[in-house]
């Protein structure tokens, strides 16, 4: 039977590109993240994200219900985990530097376990970063993924944090565009196209699609 992985983020449907290599290295920048630190991926998926991190010299390790593409997982440390809704993370206390996670906490129906096991295996100072769809902009396509479980707003998941004991919470609506990232003044177009309300349906077109279909980037400390 087909998986998550198989149907969803296919080669065919979803190519390889080097968008994952570009939001790691913005991230990385923005966060103050550092050669030799310790980050967790979680939902590693087919590893684009985790690669992206490892090429950037951190020390990179991977935890999904299902290992991916294995030539993205050369000599990352990937681990198993069937339910990372209840189940303890298989990492030891106080052991990353930072916890990275892009479209998953809305696959999670009741988020408190997923939230505490991050705050265990971060370092004391280590910084939760998380991306989720922003359910404001995507509200008429969210449920098109049939694992989607649980819609969260900027202001919500910047709640979640605070409420399971995270400092300097915060979050805000991001654009996956590597041309605002670098010229920011752009979003100004952006954000005229965001008047048309949410999207509808999948756009062709990268510019307009990323200008409307917005993602929630969240951070915090332990």
């Excluded at 999670?108 to 971060?122: A, G, H, S, Y």
């Excluded at 008047?195 to 400390?221: H, Q």
Aim: hydrophobic share 40%; charged share 30%.
């Amino acid at each position: 039977m087909p998986n998550y992985l198989d149907v969803v983020y296919n080669k065919e449907k979803r190519p390889y590109t080097d968008y994952p290599s570009q939001l790691c290295s913005h991230l990385a920048e923005e966060f103050g993240m550092k050669k030799g630190q310790r980050l967790l991926d979680i939902g590693c998926g087919r590893g684009d994200f985790t690669k992206g991190f490892k090429d950037l010299g951190l020390e990179v390790a991977g935890i999904d219900r299902e290992r991916g593409d294995s030539d993205m997982f050369k000599e990352i440390d990937v681990r198993i985990s069937n339910d990372l809704e209840h189940d303890r993370f298989p990492f030891d206390d106080n052991s990353f530097d930072v916890v990275f996670s892009k479209s998953v906490i809305e696959h999670i129906q009741n988020p408190d376990t997923f939230m505490k096991e991050q705050m265990r295996v971060l370092k004391p100072g280590g910084r939760v970063v998380a991306m989720v769809p922003d359910w404001q902009s995507q509200i008429f396509i969210f449920y098109d993924d049939p694992t989607h479980l649980h819609p969260y707003t900027a202001s919500g998941l910047k709640d979640l944090l605070a409420m399971h004991g995270f400092a300097n919470a915060e979050a805000e609506l991001f654009y996956q565009l590597p041309v605002l990232w670098k010229y920011p003044a752009l979003k100004i177009i952006s954000r005229s196209l965001q008047l048309l309300g949410p999207v509808k349906k999948i756009e062709k077109n990268k510019f307009i699609r990323w200008s409307r279909e917005l993602m929630i980037l969240a951070s915090a400390i332990k």
